[in-house]
């Protein structure tokens, strides 16, 4: 597929670097340049786009600062690729669901590199009338969580229960010694989760209910794992205890 897409830095070098690049990978297409991330606020009320390679350091409004505004907007946000001389704004970059991060000066290879793993993205949001994962994987039986800068396809029949931690998650799974860790919110994997099949239980914990080894009166047990009921989340949890007992 072709992404629409636009470049934004206040250096004209830079600027006109990432444009050429732009311009010379097939499955892009440059629709507009800015020099600054008001102009390309503007340009984007106008022309919603795809993908924005976005510089970070810039007056008035920075890119880590467009970046958040676009994100709280309405309807469909277009993702971001950093480029930036300072690679300290790496975690900045991550924490507004950058798809990756180039550090200058980049060359083809590595800008390449970056445009492709965008372009899997939206293959992957936005596949085929017929995609060849539809035939391997019933329909709604696995999300996709992003874990360092990659897409990861998680099965909801392997997870056992998620845990909330502040800005991060950790998703335990079956058969895996060490949980899967994503710059994503509780809330947010909440209501992505199946609500017949996942249950928040506590600010901390949502639990697969299939998974649940055993219930006390304010606890379930999932494995070796003991996870407290909290009075917030009890209503529920006994609704659906109320089905069986």
Known sequence: MMLTCIAVDDEPLALGLVCAFIQQTPFLNLVGRYSSAIEALKGLHAQPVD??????QMPDLTGIELARVLDKGQGKSPRVIFTTAFNQFALEGYRVDALDYLVKPFNYEEFLRAATKAKAYFDLIQPDPKP?????????????LKIEYQLVRIAYKDILYIEGLKDYVKVHLQNEAKPLLSLTSLKNLEEKLPSGRFMRIHRSYIVALDKIKAITRNTVQIGEITIAVSDQYKENFNQFLSKWV
Do not use: G, K, Q, T
Request: charge should be negative; charged fraction near 20%.
């Open 51 to 56: 993908l924005i390679f976005l510089d970070i």
């Open 132 to 144: 060849v994962l539809a035939s391997l994987v019933p329909e709604d039986e696995y999300l996709f």
